[in-house]
């Protein structure tokens, strides 16, 4: 699984790199393919299949750079999106945690685990307990 997504990523990174800065568009006229510009691409079944087939004429060597060039903007990505949404995460399960604590325990542990159902006795109790417990398990 993670091979066919590696593949299917180098495609469409290789039609990227060999599209126009504006689109790719039909012989027709009718609608775009693929819209590349500065962040943004919108790709339809056409031109993943297009890629594709692009991408497996390469020769085994140019297969191999292609992929791993595509491992290394995977792992940028994933560092990326790890780092951008803590912080955003982080503040807004803190704010969570003052008006529904046991929702932010729960949305922050994934389940309704032992976690959740302390924090759902603590703020039953006197609900400043269950606050205090939900930042402390929150952050």
């Known amino acids: 699984m ?5 593949l299917l990523a180098a495609a ?8 126009t800065a504006s689109s790719v568009g039909t012989t027709t006229g009718e609608t775009n393919k693929a819209t590349a510009t500065s962040s943004t691409i919108t790709m339809d079944d056409a031109v993943v299949t ?11 060597v140019e297969r191999k750079a292609k ?6 903007l995977m792992k940028e990505y994933k ?5 951008a949404a803590g912080s955003t995460d982080k503040v807004l399960l803190a704010i969570l945690a003052i008006l529904l604590p046991p929702l ?5 542990e994934g389940s309704a685990n032992g976690t959740f ?4 006795l603590l703020t039953l109790l006197f ?10 398990t929150v952050l």
Do not use: C
């Open 2 to 6: 993670k091979k066919i997504i590696y």
């Open 12 to 19: 469409i990174v290789f039609n990227f790199s060999t599209a």
């Open 50 to 60: 297009d890629a594709m087939s692009q991408f497996k004429s390469l020769s085994r």
């Open 67 to 72: 992929l791993k060039e595509v491992k290394s």
């Open 79 to 83: 560092a990326n999106k790890a780092s």
């Open 104 to 108: 932010a325990v729960y949305l922050h």
């Open 117 to 120: 159902w302390i924090s759902v």
């Open 127 to 136: 609900w400043i307990p269950g606050v205090i417990f939900a930042l402390i």
